[in-house]
């Protein structure tokens, strides 16, 4: 019985809310790793609450890179894993088979405690994160998003967010804590084949929801008994679907393998069948032209009309890193072959359009102002017809000598220009983008300091929208009013995904300086969720305090500084395979070019 099957049943047989917690409650206990697979992380969750440590991981006990689907493994003296080469998209001939499982299983994460003194920033927010962790029928499965005592109107604040929980799980990994990652993964999976409807209508099996929030409800009038309950965006503020959220599982899933050892996790068959619910979901066929995903406005961690709709590069980044994950984590058979063909492909297609159609620097500025319009051929210039007079005037002056990034967003006919943080550092971190452009990437925001780091890291674009811009595009939102929340507010949670892109790049240097930047602030600022104006100088407007990704982040980039090997664990490198799968069958047939052997600008990379 195939493992989609198996889920759909048991879906069909859990009919109300009561019988899944019930169902949860044994399911948790049922879900612990088998003892041979679980000493790693039985010794990592016994070194508890020392907040006063950080854990270093020696070189020599990170673990092998484990790899089940990745058959476009670059690294080709690395032979222990067993590698199936891809060819024009078709799984062609598994070379080698190797005892894979035996080598992680003997591999046991040791951690040796390297005494480092905390500073007091960083033993408060030690403190802040434990005490915002949520607890179900009496396990850790998670932290609210804020616990500001001083907030009337918390709203959904006091919700589990999947992405806001991303930074907290990697700072409870990294401290040698997984057993709250493990538990948030599996009672989230579980939420995911849940029956969900907005005005009787079904979305895809596959999606996360936005947040869930534990509740108690009475069964009788002597016993009750805890809920899970997600929001899938139903409840939620314009009713925005989490297109991240499934994306991020994935992300923080392969982390959690990763850095415990325990990869028993990602095998299981109900882990498996939701990565594969999530990658179909992600992968359906459509009206789509485009490698990219296409999504409503507000679908991440802009969750707001911030006219991001189409393409926008957060989406596609994490689309890309989600692909590569599930490559590395999926087991290939018979029943998985063809979707892990399909991920294959449309990791090289994607790769391949946001590397030659994003990236804009100088030059790239330059040759659009100079665009002919119009032009109806399969080998046009101007693909996609973008007028000249679209480059905003701000960028003419903005745009560095040196460096370059990724656009927000590209469609017919429309760039949009802005610089959009999260997108920008998470195609460094995934590989997204060429080495040349990642190192372009974090030149630029050298070169433009004052602008994306200013007085608090960072800002979550650049620049704001002003004006009739604010009023068209945002329906006149006052809360995202011009350098303010989503409207180019500096988010000081995003340092994490700023420490891992300088890791990544060999320049750490980078991140210290913007982390204490940081640091002097926080503490007395009471951690806010986000800053306002032009340099980040205020506490934003209507910030919630003790906002706990805004913890997490800060206390992430601590630990990946102080901990490099880890860090390499959570990025990846240029796969130079993938870049040579090409699904269209054009390049030897004489009629027709394949257009990317075609592409004048062809991004090189070696
Ligand atoms: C806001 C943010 C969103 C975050 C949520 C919880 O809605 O826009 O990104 O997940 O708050 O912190």
Redesign the pocket.
Known sequence: MSAIYLLRKISTKTPSRFHRSLFFSTFSKESKPDSSRTNSIRHLSSQRFIPSSIYRFPQSKILPNRKFSTSVETNSSDKSFERIHVQSGAILERIHKIEEEETVSKVNVETERVVREESEAEKEAWRILENAVVRYCGSPVGTV??NDPGDKMPLN?DQV?I??FVPSALAFLLKGEGDIVRNFLLHTLQLQSWEKTVDCYSPGQGLMPASFKVRTVALDENTTEEVLDPDFGESAIGRVAPVDSGLWWIILLRAYGKITGDFSLQERIDVQTGIKLIMNLCLADGFDMFPTLLVTDGSC???RRMGIHGHPLEIQSLFYSALRCSREMLSVNDSSKNLVRAINNRLSALSFHIREYYWVDIKKINEIYRYKTEEYSTDATNKFNIYPEQIPPWLMDWIPEQGGYLLGNLQPAHMDFRFFTLGNFWSIVSSLATPKQNEAILNLIEAKWDDIIGNMPLKICYPALEYDDWRIITGSDPKNTPWSY?NSGSWPTLLWQFTLACMKMGRPELAEKALAVAEKRLLADRWPEYYDTRSGKFIGKQSRLYQT?TVAGFLTSKLLLANPEMASLLFWEEDYELLDICACGLRKSDRKKCSRVAAKTQILVR
């Open positions: 998003a804020a604040y967010f992405r806001d961690m802009i969750d989503h990704w």
